[in-house]
């Protein structure tokens, strides 16, 4: 049964099995409660909270990963 059918022909299995399932995200996000504090966009309403929020990747040597493994 999908949405109150009956579905027995392996193209409609098919079917509704790629309807459920390019469909349940946006299904979900209708459901989430949001509040203009969720927004992930006001960390980054000035340069100081840029810089506040950035890393940098370091160099390493196989020396270093040795170590790691050992």
Excluded: C, W
Excluded at 40 to 59: C, E, G, S, V
Excluded at 64 to 70: A, F, L, V, Y
Aim: proline share 4%; net charge negative.
């Amino acid at each position: 049964m999908y949405e109150g059918q009956l579905i027995e022909k392996q193209k409609g299995i098919v079917e509704a099995f790629n309807s459920h399932f390019t469909t349940i995200g946006p299904k979900l996000v209708e459901k989430i409660e949001t509040k203009e504090s969720d927004n992930p966009l006001k960390y980054f309403a000035d340069d100081d909270a840029i810089t506040a929020r950035y890393f940098q990747f370091q160099p390493i040597t196989s020396d270093i990963i040795e170590n790691e493994i050992n």
